[in-house]
């Protein structure tokens, strides 16, 4: 089963930056589109970003376009989904987490796969 491993969550003030990672040990992440989601306490989920399989097509929330990138490393060895995340506000703090296999933003139970989810804190 894919299992997948978030990382690069933290502590940080506002207008600063953070890179998540989204891994899949011992699997072909490179075969899947990927999301990523995030949740704040109180809040519903809420997909952040998206990008198919092979990096091509990639998508972003309105609240987040313009200041987080979505990229991939599908060579060997990396099989990587990456989020750079600039700028952030305290509005972006949440759990983030990525999910495999699914299409889009607005379905995630669409999505068969999912992480853990790393916190993202925003905050002077």
């Known amino acids: 089963q894919l299992q997948l491993v978030e990382s690069g969550g933290g502590l940080v003030q506002p207008g600063g930056s953070l890179r998540l990672s989204c891994a899949a040990p011992?699997?072909?992440?490179?075969?899947?589109?990927v999301g990523w989601f995030r949740q704040a306490p109180g809040k519903e989920r809420e997909g952040v970003s998206y990008?198919?399989?092979?990096?091509?097509?990639?998508?972003?929330a309105d609240s987040v376009k313009g200041r987080f990138t979505i990229s991939r490393d599908n060579t060997l060895g990396k099989n990587t989904v990456y989020l750079q995340m600039n700028n952030l506000e305290p509005e972006d703090t949440a759990v983030y987490s990525c999910?495999?296999?699914?299409?889009?933003?607005?379905?995630?139970?669409?999505?068969?796969?999912w992480g853990r989810g790393t916190q993202v804190t925003v905050s002077s």
């Open positions: 999910a495999a296999g699914g299409w889009g933003l607005s379905a995630p139970g669409q999505y068969p796969y």
């Open positions: 990008i198919n399989s092979n990096g091509k097509m990639t998508d972003y």
């Open positions: 011992g699997f072909a992440l490179k075969s899947f589109n």
